[in-house]
């Protein structure tokens, strides 16, 4: 069974920082292309961050580039979203999501079939 736990979120002002972190289990993680997903309130889900499997590659939406890396740890089988300079627009419960049907991933958040249960992201001073 594929599980993603997503943690470290958190209040943080704006211009600060926070890492999240995905946890997953029950697939073979280092196969699968990871995805970073956000829900502001009032708002749809919004893709805002890819790696893909064949070499790691890491791809943003325009929203987050230049301000979030994501990462993969394949010995922990856990991706990271580092995310610096944050914004009071940044708030939103931040999900990480999954599909073996997707080898390169994909920004639009209806193709994805495995979410983990999401961490609040409160940008705020």
């Known amino acids: 069974e594929v599980q993603l736990v997503e943690s470290g979120g958190g209040l943080v002002q704006p211009g600060g920082s926070l890492r999240l972190s995905c946890a997953a289990s029950?697939?073979?993680?280092?196969?699968?292309?990871m995805s970073w997903v956000r829900q502001a309130p009032g708002s749809e889900r919004e893709g805002i961050s890819l790696?893909?499997?064949?070499?790691?590659?890491?791809y943003y939406a325009d929203s987050v580039k230049g301000r979030f890396t994501t990462s993969r740890d394949k010995t922990r089988n856990t991706v990271y979203l580092q995310m610096n300079n944050l914004k009071p627009e940044d708030t939103a419960v931040y999900y990480c999501?999954?599909?073996?049907?997707?080898?390169?991933?994909?920004?639009?958040?209806?193709?994805?079939?495995?979410w983990g249960r999401g961490t609040q992201v409160t940008v705020s001073s």
């Open positions: 999501a999954t599909d073996p049907r997707l080898r390169y991933g994909s920004f639009d958040p209806r193709d994805y079939n495995y």
């Open positions: 790696i893909i499997t064949s070499d790691d590659s890491t």
């Open positions: 029950g697939f073979t993680f280092r196969t699968y292309a």
